[in-house]
C-alpha cells in the first residue's frame, strides 16, 4: 500500500474484530443479536497489552472514516453518502436518477426513515464508539508516554470530528463517551446541543495539545496538531464566536507546514493525496486490495455517458455550474459537459462534477484513489478571512490578503494568469462577508461543505428555493435532519426533532 497511507492492514483487521462485537452483540438494529454473549468473542483486557495493540485500536477508528468494510451501505463515514447528502440538500445538487431516499433530500421532502441519513448516523456512532474503547483501554497499557498521548490526541480529534458533524445534522444527539458494553445503549436519551459542543471543544482541545506538526513515512495523514486547531476555527466559526475562530485559523496559518498548490487543478490528482495544501483528509487508495477502500466520487457523480463505472447518482445544479466565470480555473476543474475519447467521439452530457476524477492516474474510472478532504488550507484562509472581517468590523489588510490568495490561485492554469477574480479592496463589512460566502462556494464544491454553510448563513431557505425552482424549504424542519426512525424505534427515549 502506498506509504503515505495511514491506515495499515493490521489496523482494518482490528476494525472487523470491533465491528463484529460491535454489529454481532450491541446494535440496536438487530434484535436477534441480543441475545449473543461478548465474553464468547472477545474482552477488552484481553486484547489492550501492547502498544501495538493501541496503534491497532488507533487505525482501526481511522479506518471507519473512510472503508468502514462493515458498515450497512458499505463504507465509513465520509465513503458516499456524507457528502452526497451535503450537496443534495443544499443549492448545490440534485438526484441524477430516480432513487427515492436521494430525490427526497433533493427537494426537501425528506422525513426521518431516509436512508442516506440513517447511514450517516449510524457511520458516525460505530466510529465514536471505536474512539470510545482506545480513550478508555489505550491509557492502560504500559508504553512510551510520548507516543500513547499522540495516539490519545488522534482519537480524541476523531471522537471530536464525529460529534461536530452530528451535533450539527442533528442538534442535541446522545452524548456517548464510554465504549458500548452493556446493553444500557438502548435506552440512552439525546444531550443537549451545548453540552455537545463543549465536548467537541474538550476532545479537540486535548487534540491540538497532543498532536505534532507533522508525520513523515508511513504516518503521513493521521491528524496534526494543525487540524485540530483548524477544525477548532470551524466550531467557532459556526457558534459566531469571531474572535476565537480567527485564532485558530491563524494558529494554522503561522504553523509554516501548509500552502495553496500552484493550480487548483493540482490539489484533485491522485499524486497530491496529503500535499501541503491537506490539512486532514480521509485516505482511499487507488490498489484494489482491500475491501471498499476506494472512494466512491467516480462511481456516483460522473456521467452515465461516459460508459464506465459511472452512474451520475449525483448531479450538480445549473445555479452553482452558472455562478462561475467562464476564465475561473475552478469552472474546468470542478465540472465537465464534455469529454473527448481516445478515438476522438465527443460525449456530451448536462454539467457533472469531474473534480475528482485524476484521469491519469485511473483512465477507466473504475475506482476513487482522491481522498475526501475533510479541510484544505484554501478553507483555513477563507474561514480566517470571514472571522477577521467580523472581529474588526470591517475587512482588515490581513483578510483581504486571505481571500485574494485564493482568488489569485483561481487565475492560473498550467501557469498562465487569466485576466478574472481580481485582488479585493475597498469593500465595507456586508460587501465583503459576501465576497467571502461567495469564494467558499466556488473554492469548495462537492466537499461536504454547503448544507453546513448555508445553514450557518442562514440562507438555506432562499438558496435552494433560487436554485430549484418549485422547491420550497420549510426552516422550521429542515434547519435539522431527523433522528433516524428506526433508532426511536428501538429506543423510545430518543426524541424527535420538530417537523418529523
Known sequence: MNEKRHIERS????????????????SPHCDKALEENPR??????????????????????????????????????????????????????????????????????????????????????????????????????????????????????????????????????PLQLQPTEDLSILSVV??????????????LKLAERNLPVRYTGADIGRATTGAASGYLARVYLTHQEWSLAKEHAKKVMELGVYRLLSDYA???????????????????????????????????????????????????????????????????????????????????????????????????????????????????????AEAANEVSGMPTAEAYEAINRVRRRARFANGEERNVLPDLIGLNQNEFREKVWQERRLELVWEGHRWFDLKRQARLKSRVEAAKPGITVDENKYILFGIPQRERDINANLSQNPGY
Request: charged share 20%; glycine share 6%; net charge negative.
Open 266 to 384: 493540482a490539489v484533485f490528482k491522485i499524486a497530491n493525496n496529503n500535499s501541503e495544501e491537506v490539512v486532514f483528509a480521509t485516505n482511499f487508495t487507488l490498489n484494489n486490495d482491500a475491501i471498499w477502500e476506494t472512494s466512491q466520487f467516480n462511481v456516483r457523480a460522473l456521467p452515465l455517458a461516459l460508459n464506465r463505472n459511472s452512474n451520475s447518482w449525483e448531479i450538480p445544479t445549473l445555479d452553482v455550474y452558472d455562478v462561475f466565470d467562464d476564465l475561473d480555473r475552478r469552472k474546468e476543474v470542478t465540472f465537465a459537459t464534455t469529454f473527448t475519447e481516445k478515438d476522438g467521439t465527443v460525449l456530451e452530457f448536462a454539467p457533472h462534477i469531474f473534480k475528482y476524477w485524476d484521469s491519469v492516474a485511473e483512465p477507466s474510472a473504475s475506482s476513487g484513489g482522491n481522498d475526501f478532504f475533510n479541510l484544505r488550507y484554501a478553507d483555513i484562509l477563507l474561514m480566517y
Open 190 to 203: 439525546r444531550s443537549s446541543t451545548e453540552e455537545v459542543y463543549t465536548q467537541v471543544i474538550e476532545d
Open 11 to 26: 489496523g482494518i483487521n482490528i476494525n472487523l474484530i470491533f465491528t463484529i462485537i460491535f454489529l454481532v452483540i450491541f
Open 40 to 173: 464468547s468473542l472477545l474482552t477488552n483486557k484481553v486484547f489492550y497489552q501492547t502498544a501495538n495493540d493501541a496503534l491497532l485500536a488507533v487505525n482501526a477508528t481511522y479506518d471507519h472514516l473512510g472503508s468502514g468494510t462493515s458498515n450497512s451501505d458499505f463504507g465509513g463515514v465520509y465513503f458516499n453518502n456524507f457528502w452526497a447528502i451535503q450537496a443534495l440538500a443544499s443549492d448545490e445538487g440534485k438526484s441524477g436518477r430516480p432513487e427515492p431516499n436521494a430525490v427526497q433530500l433533493s427537494e426537501f421532502r425528506y422525513d426521518a426513515s431516509n436512508l442516506m441519513v440513517q447511514d450517516v448516523w449510524e457511520d458516525l456512532y460505530k466510529t465514536i464508539n471505536l474512539a470510545n474503547l482506545a480513550i478508555k483501554y489505550i491509557p492502560t497499557i504500559e508504553m512510551d508516554d510520548g507516543l500513547k498521548g499522540r495516539f490519545l490526541g488522534e482519537v480524541h480529534f476523531i471522537r471530536g470530528a464525529m460529534y461536530f458533524d452530528l451535533v450539527r445534522m442533528f442538534g442535541d444527539v
